[in-house]
Nanobody, 128 residues
Framework: QVKLVEPGGGSVQAGGTLRLSCTAS?????????MGWFRQRPFDDRELVAV???????NFGDSWKGRSTISRDHVKKTVHLQMNDLRIDDTAVYYC?????????????????????WGQGTQVTVSS
């Protein structure tokens, strides 16, 4: 069973910043294809925020390009998501996801469909 620890989340005013972190076991962090953050707003499908593959190649959702960064801490086995200039419509539940191997290969640019394991999610609320 893959366990992901997701402290962080919370409430912030529009224009503010927030940092989310997701920690995995050494085995999961080291052998997975990548880890990232995804979000789900009410009545919407889960969507990509940002993901980093095992080689450090990153992929961002369109609305997050230029206002978020994602980084991997190999010592702490943690992926950090820095979100800037937050907007009211960024309010959602944010999930950490682990991308795993399929048929012996890793996806070149991970997307939501490539996630095999999910964290429990953390609420982010952006207010005016």
């Amino acid at each position: 069973q893959v366990k992901l620890v997701e402290p962080g989340g919370g409430s912030v005013q529009a224009g503010g910043t927030l940092r989310l972190s997701c920690t995995a076991s050494a085995e999961v962090f080291g052998t997975s294809c990548g880890m990232g953050w995804f979000r789900q707003r009410p009545f919407d499908d889960r969507e990509l925020v940002a993901v980093s593959n095992r080689d450090g190649v990153t992929n961002f959702g369109d609305s997050w390009k230029g206002r978020s960064t994602i980084s991997r801490d190999h010592v702490k086995k943690t992926v950090h998501l820095q979100m800037n200039d937050l907007r009211i419509d960024d309010t959602a539940v944010y999930y950490c996801g682990v991308v795993w191997w399929r048929n012996g290969e890793c996806p070149t640019i991970p997307e939501v469909v490539d996630v095999s394991y999910w964290g429990q999610g953390t609420q982010v609320t952006v207010s005016s």
